[in-house]
């Protein structure tokens, strides 16, 4: 079955750095997003992104997060200058077909972002 | 904003018996999600659905809409089934984001 892989599994960064998180979508998949987890909280979202552009964000992705689709292949969650507080495992997903259909998700196995 | 409530928190059961998971939400829906998340932090999708009933191996689940509310049944359940259990819903009016649960923390004793 086709899947979505994130790179790396972990990354352990210091305050203040800037972080980019891989992932490769499902080759025919139209729609991606970010979640992330913080330990022992609710999964959040962050971002959906569809044809090249931001199609949603959600009040924790401010002006340090942003996301780009530099080849057609890779979908990058970046983070300008880390926070203790962006400590956290971040999920990419993607779906096929129109999000407003509700379209079954298919996540990656997460980075574990940790930020000393 | 969709709050999502699920219950049990908590629950563990022996080998063989049957599961039922809650979760009830607050304002309509497009769709909602059963996820399973294993102790690795990975996500797999276990359903999609929007109205009435769909089944898959072992696992039913089940939507009221007009209740909005939604079970997640496990018959036989063996002690491969522990992990944790996330409903999510997409609250429609063109949201993208899905809105989680806290999870139900599942685990099957041998």
């Known amino acids: 079955e086709p899947e979505v892989t994130q790179t790396p599994s972990h990354q352990v960064t210091q305050m203040g750095q800037e972080v980019i998180l891989r992932c490769v979508p499902i080759?025919?998949?139209?729609?991606f997003y970010w979640y992330r987890q913080i330990l022992g909280q609710k999964v959040e979202f962050l971002v959906s992104f569809y044809n090249n552009e931001i199609s949603e964000k959600s009040e924790i992705f401010d002006d340090q997060f942003s996301v780009e689709r530099p080849d057609g292949s890779n979908f990058t969650l970046k983070i300008r200058s880390t926070k203790l507080e962006d400590s956290a495992m971040y999920f990419c997903a993607s779906s096929e077909y129109l999000r407003v259909l509700g379209e079954k998700l298919f996540f990656g196995s997460g980075t574990q972002l940790s930020v000393l | 904003k969709n709050e999502v409530e699920q219950s049990p928190q908590n629950l563990t059961a022996q080998e063989g018996e049957f599961i039922t998971i809650n979760c009830s939400y607050s304002v309509g829906i497009s769709a909602l999600h059963w996820l399973q998340q294993h102790p690795g932090g990975g996500i797999v999708s276990l359903f999609m659905?929007?109205?009435g009933k769909k089944k898959h191996g072992r696992l039913i689940a089940t939507i009221n809409i007009q209740e909005k509310h939604s079970s997640l049944h496990i018959t036989a359940s063996h002690p491969r089934d522990s992990a944790v259990y996330i409903c999510a819903v997409n609250s429609g009016g063109g949201a993208d984001g899905l809105t989680f649960g806290k999870g139900t923390h599942l685990i099957i004793q041998p």
């Open positions: 659905l929007s109205s």
């Open positions: 080759s025919n998949h139209l729609y």
